[in-house]
């Protein structure tokens, strides 16, 4: 496994996070940033310590709300829902970033073609748990992928 390989896989595990669906548009700007300006392992590792805090910030948020014994239940989803909505953009932003670097790399011919497929579904798959993660606190999900 190529060392850019290895790094994509690893971000991705590493955070033990997953991908919602990304928007065409994100893709799509994801992708001519790339095409301008190719993404290197300081730009991933840069911005994964960002999503990282951004995420760590969203889960205390959460979390305070699923504590609060002001609330009805109805009340504590609302607010989860709404709190998970206004970070949807940060997580698609960092999952089309992960995206983007693994398709450079394709290009480049540091991770197979065959395998990028496999490589972006895992991906996606592990930013997928996020939001259920977040509404029960049961983050043992992404912790058994490396978060």
Do not use: H, Y
Not at 40 to 48: C, G, L, P, Q, S
Request: net charge negative.
């Amino acid at each position: 496994m190529s060392r850019n390989l290895a790094l994509a896989a690893a971000v991705a595990a590493a955070l033990g996070l997953t991908a919602v669906a990304l928007p065409a548009s994100a893709a799509a700007v994801a992708a001519v940033a790339v095409a301008q300006d190719p993404l290197t392992e300081a730009d991933i590792e840069a911005r994964a310590e960002t999503f990282g805090a951004a995420m760590e910030a969203l889960g205390e948020q959460v979390g305070a709300i699923r504590a609060d014994a002001s609330l009805s239940d109805a009340d504590k989803s609302a607010r989860i829902d709404a709190a998970l909505a206004a970070a949807q953009p940060v997580i698609d932003s960092f999952v089309g970033l992960i995206e983007a670097f693994i398709r450079q790399e394709v290009d480049a011919g540091n991770i197979p073609a065959d395998q990028a497929d496999g490589i972006l579904e895992m991906v996606r798959a592990q930013f997928a748990q996020i939001p259920a993660a977040m509404r029960s606190g049961d983050f043992s999900g992404l912790a058994a992928m490396g978060g």
